[in-house]
Every structure is written in structure tokens, then in C-alpha cells.
């Protein structure tokens, strides 16, 4: 619900606009911005009723909230609403449905399955109410959060293709039929009439890697008619990342659907200082009328899950007949050549480097050992080959193992972080031993690194990619701007010290230098503190009909 009404005094307002930023006082009343009083402007200077509180804001910048565009907080606004992992970095509003892989819309026979398989990303607590179904009564349970109290952030959702593509026809390795390509089209209608704001796809996972080019853009179809975008992970961001990203803009052109890229990365050394072509690819596109964003993180290893390595075939039917070819001995050898000798597809075509890929949590807690060691490590303690030990870490943990691989390159972050169609996304698990600190860091370490201490952007050019630009992608015309009238999503940060806490070691340390965070006026972040505060709701995409 909206907060209640308070005084910023003296705040160095950084809008979101990308303008030059300036001194000024911001009321905030029943969750909106009231008339913003210039340093020097004309008339008095606002002063708090009785009962109204006054926050001293010299030496800090009031920015608008920042929107993750890629998070994986599917379960954990469900199980930990006061989410302070996002609220104190800022975030106030983020985007679900992820990778082509969530939880609605599902069936009885659907969700087990999902949550087997999600469960390296985003835990399986046993204790959640499982009930809904559609993507409406998933954005339901969002508004009411676990105890009928709300959550501290805001929270949009984009139907995941690869869960259509479950509940219509399980994880097989085949084209859809007409009749059942139909269906998925009814179904991602149905979830945007319910508010969500797109269609995310994962196609380098299964099931959604099983989609032909035809498939996508019969779905992209849909979604344009109803102004929705496409968010895709693409189907390689290693070997043939040129080639993903070419197809992921041709559909685009084709569909007449809008394009957010995710996680947009060039990976592996095969890609090394070549971001250069992806911005070409991207600008010939934008010149061409497609409507492309893209987001990234400030970080260089990516995250994910180590069956996620696995060839696509090798998952097919789900995580139960992917746990059976793990123990024949036929399929363990094409396993394996296509993992050290071809380069599997879920490697993104590059033959696997088990000196990068590092365990960062595990489902089973007989295995915690494994947490923090690379696959060569493991197996060098194990004194077996590293494929043998992948694979049994695989077997031992029931597919539920997370890593982190380290196969970023530092010139392309920046240079892609540079365009002007970036935003910034997280792409943060929360769950593991050790997760990948840009959960917890994304957006300080934008801030305090690659502004403040690289000066790879400005302040108020990094803010509006971190505000107005997912903003205006999420067709919200009210957020992302400190502008009267909008809604007060703020942040207070201190320029000159905000930085990430999280580091690889302690991946669950918050952010220094951000103060306070609002969500609709209510504080979630007091003096460096969670409030508890649980305003956030679903953020709905208002349509009308396909």
C-alpha cells in the first residue's frame, strides 16, 4: 500500500533523465512525489507539517528506484519478503519469469517437474503453498506475499517459454505440432491479458532449446499484439554468439516484436574483446526500426546450473530420464565427447575448460565440501578425471547444483555497458552456499566501480540506465523519473562511498553508502537498516485485448 508523507531536504536530485543534476527538496505524500522545490527556485522552501518526517539529505543523490531487469527472485519474494538482498541496493521493482523458466502457467503434472529442475536457481522449500496455477494467480500470491502482508520490492513477470512449452508438451526434443503450437500461443495470450509483460525464453535450456526459429516467432507474433517484448537467452553466448544474436534480431524485425536482450555477454575466449560486432549488430538493427534494449551485469563469471552444461539431449524428457542417461554408459560417452571434444550446445559450443567452472552451492548438504572448489579442484581431490567427478556431483546432487563459470571478458562488460540501449540486470541467484555476488552487488558495484572509480559512465548516465530506460521498456509511464507526480520510488545513496558489499567470499554482504530506498513512499531501507516494510505489489502490464 502507499507509505505515508515525508521531507527529502537539500538532496542532489539525480532523475533519471540523464540531465544535469541539481539540488532540491522532494516531498512524498501517499506514495507520490509531491512539487519538487528547486535550490533557488521561486517561493519558500517547503517546510514538514507537524507529524511529517524530515530527512537530512546533504551529501547524498535521490535517484529513482532501480529496476533489475533479469532477476531470479521468483520464489524468494515468496519466502523472504522483506527481500533486503535487492532492497538495499535499490532495486524497487523487478522483472521475473526468467531464462524461459518459472513457475506459471503450470499444471498438477507440469510443476513437479519444474521445480526439479529449478531447483539449483531458486531452492524447492517444501513449505511454500504451491496452489496457483495461471501467471494471474502467481502475480496474485506476488500482491499478498507469504502472510498476506505484501513484499518489499515491486515485481513484473514474463511468461517463460520454456514452461509453455512443458505444460503443452513436456521437455521432448521435437518441433510442436500446429495444434500444440496453438495452444502455447493461447496460453502466453492468456498470461499477458493476466499482466504480464512479455515472453522471456532460455534457448540454450531445456525445454525451451528445443524450439525452432518458426516456434519463436509465431509466440513473438502474439506478444506484439498485445505491445508486450521479448527477453530471450539466446542460444549461445560462446562459439556462436554472433549467430544467436542475429536470429534473436531477425525475429524482432519479423514479429514486429519488441526486443530486450538478457544477460547480453560475448563469453569465452573465443569471444574476447569482440563486443565490438555485437554493438554493430545491434545498431544496424535499431537503424532497421527494431525496438531493442538489452541489460547486463557489472560482473566477469557468469552463474548457473551445472547440468545446464549438459548437451541438449542429453536433458530431454526432464530430470528424471536425464538422471538415467547419467548412469548409462553408452550415453556417458557421447556425454562426454560432446562436453570435451565438441563443445556441447549447453556450453554454448565451447569444448568444456573444468579450470572455470566453480561450485558455488549444492542441494545436498552431504556435498558442502565441493562449495568454493572448480571441477579440476574436485576431481584432483577426488583423484579422478574431472569429467567423472562432474558427473558424479551431477548424480550425488540430484542435478541441483549451482556454479559459477569464469569465462567473461573485461573489455566487452564495458563496452557493451556503454550502449545506449543498456539497462542493468542482476541475473542473481540467491540461493547456494556461495552464490554469485551480483545478487546481492549489481547495483552499487555499477555505481562505485564503473562510475565513481573507472568512470566508465557518468553518474547521471548510469542512473537512467538503471531507472528510465527499463522503465520506458516496461511501458511504465509513472516510474523510473524523480518527476511530481510519479510514484516515490527513491533511493538516497551517497556518491562518494556507495559501493558493493558482496564479494565472491561473502556473497550476502549488503551495499555500503545506500541509506534509504522507498517503494511507493514507504521506507524498506532506514538508515542503512530493513524496515520490514512490505509494500511492493505486481506491476501489471494494462491491456486490452490481442
Same mark, same amino acid.
Given at each position: 500500500m502507499p507509505g505515508g508523507s515525508l521531507l527529502i531536504r537539500g538532496a542532489l536530485v539525480v532523475d533519471g533523465s540523464g540531465g544535469v543534476p541539481y539540488r532540491a527538496d522532494v516531498p512524498v505524500r501517499d506514495g507520490r512525489i509531491g512539487a519538487i522545490h528547486r535550490e533557488g527556485g521561486s517561493g519558500p522552501r517547503p517546510t514538514a507539517p507537524p507529524g511529517v518526517r524530515t530527512v537530512d539529505a546533504d551529501g547524498l543523490a535521490l535517484t529513482p528506484g532501480f529496476v533489475d531487469m533479469h532477476a531470479h527472485s521468483d520464489l524468494a519474494l515468496l519466502t523472504d519478503p522483506a527481500h533486503q538482498a535487492k532492497a538495499a541496493q535499490g532495486v524497487t521493482l523487478e522483472v521475473l519469469g526468467q531464462d524461459g523458466l518459472s513457475y506459471a502457467p503450470v499444471d498438477g503434472s507440469t510443476l513437479p517437474g519444474l521445480r526439479r529442475q529449478l531447483a539449483g536457481w531458486n531452492g524447492d522449500p517444501d513449505a511454500l503453498d %504451491? *496452489?496457483?496455477? *495461471?501467471?494471474?494467480?502467481?502475480?496474485? &500470491?506476488?500482491?499478498?506475499?507469504?502472510?498476506? $502482508?505484501?513484499?518489499?520490492?515491486?515485481?513484473?513477470? =514474463?511468461?517463460?517459454?520454456? +514452461?509453455?512449452?512443458? =505444460?503443452?508438451?513436456? %521437455?521432448?526434443?521435437?518441433?510442436?505440432?500446429?495444434?500444440?503450437?496453438? &495452444?502455447?500461443?493461447?496460453?502466453?495470450?492468456? /498470461?499477458?491479458? $493476466?499482466?504480464?509483460?512479455?515472453?522471456?525464453? #532460455? =534457448?540454450?535450456?531445456?525445454?525451451?532449446?528445443y524450439a525452432g526459429t518458426d516456434e519463436l516467432l509465431a509466440l513473438c507474433r502474439t506478444v506484439a499484439a498485445f505491445d508486450?517484448?521479448?527477453?530471450?537467452?539466446?542460444? *549461445?553466448? #560462446?562459439?556462436?554468439? =554472433? $549467430?544467436?544474436?542475429? $536470429?534473436? +534480431?531477425?525475429?524482432?524485425?519479423?514479429? /514486429?516484436?519488441?526486443?530486450?536482450?538478457?544477460?547480453a555477454t560475448m563469453n569465452f575466449q573465443v569471444n574476447a574483446g569482440r563486443a565490438g560486432e555485437l554493438t554493430a549488430l545491434l545498431d544496424a538493427a535499431l537503424a532497421d526500426g527494431v525496438d531493442l534494449t538489452l541489460d547486463s551485469y557489472p560482473y566477469l563469471p557468469g552463474s548457473t546450473t551445472l547440468a545446464a552444461l549438459l548437451p541438449g539431449w542429453a536433458a530431454a524428457g526432464g530430470p528424471e530420464q536425464t538422471l538415467a542417461r547419467l548412469a548409462d554408459p553408452a550415453a556417458l560417452a557421447a556425454i562426454r565427447t560432446a562436453l570435451e571434444q565438441q563443445g556441447s550446445d549447453g556450453c554454448h559450443g565451447v569444448v568444456a575448460d573444468w579450470d572455470t567452472v566453480q561450485v558455488s552451492g549444492v542441494r545436498n548438504p552431504e556435498l558442502r565440501s565441493a562449495v568454493g572448489l572448480t571441477i579440476s579442484q574436485l576431481a584432483h581431490r577426488e583423484r579422478m578425471e574431472p569429467f567423472a567427478a562432474y558427473i558424479g556431483l551431477l548424480r550425488d546432487d540430484g542435478l541441483g547444483t549451482t556454479i559459477l563459470q569464469h569465462v567473461g571478458d573485461e573489455q566487452n562488460v564495458r563496452t557493451i555497458m556503454r550502449h545506449p540501449a543498456h539497462t542493468g540486470g542482476s541475473d542473481g541467484l540467491l540461493t547456494g552456499d556461495r552464490p554469485h555476488p551480483r545478487a546481492w552487488g549489481t547495483f552499487p558495484r555499477y555505481l562505485g566501480h564503473y562510475v565513481r572509480e573507472e568512470g566508465v559512465l557518468g553518474l547521471a548516465e548510469c542512473v537512467e540506465h538503471l531507472s528510465a530506460r527499463p522503465a520506458r521498456r516496461l511501458r511504465l509511464p509513472d516510474r523510473g523519473l524523480v518527476r511530481t507526480g510519479h510514484r516515490a520510488d527513491l533511493v538516497l545513496l551517497d556518491p562518494d562511498t556507495v559501493a558493493a558489499g558482496a564479494s565472491y567470499?561473502?556473497?550476502? +554482504?549488503?551495499?555500503?553508502?545506500?541509506?534509504?530506498?522507498?517503494?511507493? #513512499?514507504?521506507?524498506?531501507?532506514?538508515?542503512?537498516? &530493513?524496515?520490514?516494510? +512490505?509494500?511492493g505489489r505486481s506491476v501489471r502490464r494494462v491491456v486490452s485485448s490481442a
Open positions: %504451491w *496452489s496457483w496455477r *495461471s501467471v494471474g494467480d502467481y502475480l496474485d &500470491r506476488l500482491d499478498a506475499g507469504p502472510d498476506g $502482508e505484501g513484499i518489499a520490492v515491486n515485481a513484473a513477470y =514474463l511468461v517463460p517459454h520454456g +514452461t509453455l512449452r512443458a =505444460l503443452v508438451l513436456g %521437455w521432448q526434443d521435437r518441433p510442436a505440432t500446429p495444434a500444440e503450437l496453438a &495452444r502455447m500461443q493461447k496460453e502466453l495470450a492468456r /498470461g499477458l491479458t $493476466e499482466g504480464a509483460v512479455g515472453l522471456s525464453a #532460455g =534457448l540454450s535450456y531445456s525445454p525451451g532449446m508486450g517484448y521479448f527477453s530471450p537467452h539466446h542460444r *549461445s553466448y #560462446g562459439a556462436h554468439a =554472433l $549467430e544467436a544474436y542475429a $536470429e534473436m +534480431t531477425d525475429l524482432a524485425r519479423r514479429s /514486429g516484436c519488441a526486443l530486450h536482450l538478457a544477460h567470499p561473502q556473497p550476502r +554482504t549488503p551495499p555500503v553508502g545506500i541509506p534509504f530506498v522507498l517503494v511507493d #513512499g514507504a521506507p524498506v531501507i532506514d538508515d542503512h537498516r &530493513r524496515t520490514g516494510a +512490505t509494500p
